[in-house]
C-alpha cells in the first residue's frame, strides 16, 4: 500500500450529516477529490493506506445492498477495516435502544460508522451520542448526502459542469431523502432543480425550497438537461398514494416518448434499485442517454472521498 | 364520445317560449335545429327554410335545454332486472332528460377503464339519450384505495363517487381530492357518516320515535359534510356534495362558497318536494337514502335552490323491483324511480311560487352540465339540440304502470301534476313525444 500523494481536501467537520450545511466550496471540494479515486478505481492497484489501522462500522437499520457494498468497497480500499452490522430496526423502535446501540458501539472504539435508519433524524441523535465520525448513509425521508454527491459527479463528468442545468426529479418525492439531499446540492451549485409527481406525492409547501413544480411529465421534462427518477416503492403503488402501477407509468413513468421532451442530449439518471415499468421504462433505462451504471461507478469514489476528508479530522490524524 | 344520430330532416319548433337560463333568456320565438345542433333563434325563422323541414307547433309550449341528471342508479350490468341502459333513456327521454349521468355501484363496480368503455360503447348500442359514467373513486366501493382517476378519466368517466358509499377515512379522501386535482377531477360524494348512521332509516325525531323506527341523525350528514369542505379547502381539489337535505348542512355550504373553497352541491327531487310526513304509513317508496327530513328543512333547501347556493337538482333514480320494496319499512332496500318525474315534481315548486321556472331549469341542466363539464344545459346557437318542450298547464295523475322504468317504485305513485314533458329532443332527433 502507499500513501496518497494529491488528495489534500479536509471537511472541517466530524461528520457528514447531509448536504444541508455543506458550502459549495465544501461540495466542490468533495467532487475534485472523488475524481482521483475515480482514477484510482481504474487500476489494477486500488487501495490506499489513508485509514490503515482504522475500524469503520456499517450500522444498517434499513437493508440496502448497494450502499452498504459501497461503503463497504470504499472503505476496504482506503485500507480501514470493515465492519458490517445489520440491526433490524423491530428491536431498535425506540430512542432509547438507538442511544443504547450507540454507547455499545462506542465501547467498541469505531473510528467511522456509517449509518442507515428509516427514521427522519435518527443518524444525527446517534452522531451526538458516539465519539467518532458519523456518515449519513440516508435517515428516513431527510438526506442521503452521498446519494446525491455521487449524481453530482455523474452529472459534471458527462455535462463539465452543473451551473446553469436543469434538473427534473420526478417521483415520490414526499418520501425521497434523494431528492432532499439533491435538491439542496443542485441548487447550492447553481442548476435549476424542477419536481415532477402527482400531487400525493408532492410534500407541503414543496415550492419554497426553491424548485418548480410540475404535476405533468411533458411539461416538466421540457428542455432539461437530466432527468433523474426516483424509485416508487411498492406500498405507495397500490391506491393508497398512486392508484395503480399502470396509471402511474402511464402518466409518470419515464419512457422514449416522454424523454423526447427533454433536450436532445438530455440524461437520465435513477438511484437504483430500479423497478423498470414503473417508474422507468427498460429501454430508457438501459439506453445510450442513460447514466445509470455509472452513477454506481461514481458512488464508490465518492465515498471514498467522503472517507479520505473526514479521516483527517480522526484523532491523531 | 358517442353522438347520437342527428335527425335526417331539419326541425323547425315555431312559436315556443324559449327560456336558456344559460343567458338568462326568456323570448318567444322560433328553434331552427339541422344536423344535431341549435342552428338558429329568433321571433320569426318560418321564411326560407328548407324544403323538407319538419315544423312543429310549439304554442303554449316552453322550449328549456334537456335536463342533465347527475346522479341516476341504474343496474347495468348486473343488475338489469332493475333497469337497463336502454330503460333507463327510455324513462329519462319522458322525463325531459337528454343527458344521464350514471353512477358505478354496478356489478362489477364501475372502477376500471375497460368498464367505463363498456357502458359508453352499451349506451350507443342501446340508450336514446346521452350517457356518461361516474366511475368509482376507490377500488372496489371500498373506501380504501383510489381508482385510475387519470386513466377512468380518459376513459370516458365524468366525476368520481362511491355513489350511496361514504368514505369513512378522511385519509382517502384528502388523498384522492389531492390526486384528482391535477386531472380536474370532480370528487362527488355521499355525506354520511356510517356510525352516526347506524341503522338509521328514517329522519331521526319525534316522528321516528312515534313509528318506532331507528332515527337517522342529520348530523351524520353535516359532520362528514364539514369534514369535506375542509379537505377540499387544504387540497384545493373540486368536491360536490351528492345530496344535501338538512339546513345545517346549508350553512357550512354558505361559509365554504363566502371563503371560495371549490364546493358544490345538489339537492334530489325527492328533498325538496317530500318530507319525514310521507313516510307514515311506512310506505316504503319514502324510504330514500339520505332520508326525507323535516319540513323546516324541505323550505330551507328549496329556499337555498332558489338563491343559487344548491347548485343542482337531481332524480336520484335509484330502481328497485318488488322483491326489495314490499318488506316491513325498517328491512326495505332504500331508493326511488325518479327519471320521468323529476321535472313535473319541481313545476310543483314553480306552481307553488317557490323557484321560478329559469332557477329550476338551471339547477336540472345548466348547472350540471357546467360542473361536468359536458356540451349541454344550452339553447345558444351552434350547441347540441338537445331540448325538452313543456306543456306548463296541462294536469295530469301519474299513473306508475305508464312509468318506462323496468321499477315503479316511486313516491309519486297517483299524484297530481300541473306541467309535463311533451316532447324531447337528443341532438335534434325526437326520442318522446307524448301522445
Given at each position: ?26 461540495i466542490?471540494?468533495?467532487l ?10 481504474r487500476?489494477?492497484?486500488k ?13 444498517f ?19 480501514a477495516?470493515?465492519?458490517n ?7 431498535v423502535k ?22 442507515r ?9 446517534l ?5 467518532c465520525a ?17 449524481d ?27 431528492a432532499?439531499?439533491n ?47 426516483l424509485?416508487l416503492q411498492?406500498?405507495?403503488?397500490n ?21 423526447r ?35 454506481v ?14 479521516s ?6 | ?10 326541425t ?41 323541414t ?41 322525463g ?7 353512477q ?39 373506501g380504501r384505495?383510489?381508482?385510475?382517476i ?16 361514504s ?10 381530492l ?33 313509528l ?9 350528514e ?15 381539489g ?8 338538512c ?14 373553497i371549490?364546493?358544490t ?5 325527492n ?30 333547501l328549496?329556499?337555498?335552490?332558489a338563491e ?11 330502481p ?12 326495505a332496500?332504500?331508493g ?10 319541481g313545476l ?8 321560478d321556472?329559469?332557477?329550476?331549469i ?27 318542450l ?27 301534476f300541473?306541467g ?16
Open positions: 500500500m502507499t500513501s496518497n500523494p494529491t488528495a489534500s481536501f479536509t471537511l472541517p467537520r466530524r461528520d457528514l450529516l447531509g448536504i444541508e450545511g455543506l458550502s459549495p466550496q465544501e466542490i471540494g468533495l475534485d477529490l472523488a475524481e482521483e479515486f475515480v482514477l484510482l478505481n487500476q489494477v492497484e487501495k490506499r493506506a489513508t485509514l490503515r489501522g482504522r475500524t469503520q462500522i456499517n450500522l437499520f434499513e437493508a440496502s445492498t448497494r450502499t452498504q457494498a459501497s461503503f463497504e468497497i470504499a472503505g476496504k480500499r482506503l485500507g477495516d470493515v465492519m452490522m445489520s440491526v433490524s430496526t423491530s428491536s425506540k430512542g432509547e435502544t438507538l442511544i443504547d446501540t450507540a454507547a455499545t458501539l462506542n465501547a467498541m472504539h469505531p473510528d467511522v460508522l456509517i449509518v435508519h428509516s427514521a427522519s433524524g435518527a443518524v444525527e441523535l452522531a451526538r451520542k458516539v465519539d458519523v456518515v449519513n448513509a440516508g435517515d428516513g425521508a431527510h438526506e442521503h448526502p452521498t446519494q446525491a454527491l455521487l453530482a459527479l455523474t452529472i459534471r463528468r458527462n455535462k463539465g459542469r452543473i451551473e446553469g442545468l436543469t434538473v427534473a426529479i420526478c417521483g415520490d418525492i414526499t418520501h425521497s431523502r434523494v432532499r439531499s435538491m439542496l446540492l443542485l441548487q447550492a451549485l447553481g442548476a435549476q432543480v424542477r419536481v415532477i409527481a402527482p400531487p400525493t406525492l408532492l410534500p407541503k409547501d414543496i415550492d419554497r425550497f426553491g424548485v418548480t413544480v410540475y404535476g405533468d411529465m411533458r411539461e416538466g421534462l421540457a428542455d432539461v438537461d437530466i432527468v433523474m427518477m424509485r411498492r406500498e405507495r403503488m391506491g393508497s398514494y398512486v392508484p395503480s402501477v399502470k396509471e402511474y407509468f402511464h402518466f409518470w413513468g419515464l419512457d422514449e416518448a416522454k424523454l421532451y427533454a433536450r436532445p442530449d438530455a440524461l437520465v439518471m435513477h438511484p437504483g434499485p430500479m423497478n423498470r415499468g414503473v417508474e422507468i421504462d427498460s429501454a430508457v433505462a438501459d439506453g445510450a442517454q442513460s447514466l445509470i451504471r455509472e452513477q461507478e461514481m458512488g464508490v469514489a465518492v465515498r471514498m472521498a467522503v472517507l479520505d476528508a473526514l483527517r479530522n480522526l484523532p491523531n490524524a | 364520445m358517442h353522438e347520437p344520430r342527428p335527425a335526417p330532416h331539419p323547425l319548433l315555431a312559436k315556443a317560449r324559449i327560456l336558456d337560463p344559460s343567458r338568462d333568456l326568456d323570448i318567444h320565438g322560433d328553434i331552427l335545429v339541422a344536423d344535431g345542433v341549435i342552428k338558429d333563434i329568433a321571433p320569426n325563422l318560418a321564411d326560407g327554410l328548407p324544403p323538407d319538419e315544423i312543429v307547433d310549439c304554442r303554449r309550449l316552453v322550449a328549456v335545454p334537456g335536463l342533465v341528471d347527475m346522479r341516476a342508479f341504474i343496474g347495468e350490468p348486473g343488475a338489469e332486472h332493475r333497469e337497463t341502459l336502454a330503460s333507463a333513456s327510455q324513462a329519462a327521454a319522458a325531459g332528460v337528454t343527458t344521464i349521468i350514471c358505478p355501484d354496478t356489478d362489477p363496480v364501475i372502477d376500471d377503464p375497460a368498464i367505463v368503455d363498456f357502458i359508453l360503447r352499451r349506451a350507443r348500442d342501446t340508450a336514446i339519450v346521452h350517457v356518461h359514467p361516474m366511475a368509482a373513486l376507490t377500488k372496489g366501493l371500498e384505495e383510489m381508482t385510475e387519470g386513466l377512468l378519466g380518459a376513459a370516458g368517466a365524468v366525476a368520481f363517487t362511491d355513489g350511496t358509499r368514505i369513512g377515512s378522511a385519509q382517502v379522501l384528502r388523498r384522492a389531492t390526486y384528482g386535482r391535477d386531472f380536474g377531477a370532480l370528487i362527488v360524494h355521499h355525506t354520511q357518516d356510517a356510525s352516526l348512521a347506524g341503522e338509521g332509516v328514517m329522519n331521526e325525531g319525534e316522528l321516528a320515535s312515534r318506532g323506527l331507528a332515527g337517522l341523525s342529520k348530523a351524520a353535516t359532520i362528514v359534510f364539514e369534514r369535506d369542505v375542509r379537505l377540499a379547502a387544504i387540497t384545493g373540486r368536491y360536490h356534495a351528492a345530496s344535501l337535505t339546513a345545517d348542512s346549508l350553512d357550512v355550504l354558505r361559509r365554504a362558497k363566502d371563503a371560495g371549490d364546493v352541491a345538489s339537492a334530489s327531487i328533498h325538496l318536494t317530500l318530507n319525514e310526513r310521507d313516510v307514515v304509513g311506512y310506505r316504503t317508496f319514502f324510504k330514500l337514502t339520505p332520508p326525507l327530513r323535516a319540513e323546516d328543512d324541505r323550505v330551507a328549496v329556499e337555498a335552490v343559487g347556493l344548491i347548485d343542482i337538482i337531481v332524480s336520484d333514480h335509484n328497485q323491483d318488488v322483491e326489495v320494496k314490499r318488506l316491513p319499512f325498517s328491512e332496500a332504500f326511488a324511480v325518479g327519471l320521468e318525474t323529476m321535472l313535473a315534481a310543483r315548486l314553480v306552481t307553488a311560487g317557490a323557484l321556472l329559469m332557477t329550476l338551471r339547477a336540472m341542466s345548466t348547472r350540471p352540465a357546467e360542473r361536468l363539464g359536458l356540451p349541454a344545459g344550452t339553447l345558444r346557437p351552434g350547441a347540441r339540440a338537445d331540448i325538452a313543456l306543456a306548463l298547464d296541462e294536469a295530469w295523475i301519474l299513473d306508475p304502470l305508464t312509468l318506462k322504468s323496468r321499477c315503479r317504485n316511486t313516491p309519486f305513485d297517483e299524484a297530481r300541473e309535463r314533458v311533451v316532447r324531447t329532443l337528443v341532438a335534434g332527433r325526437t326520442v318522446y313525444e307524448y301522445v
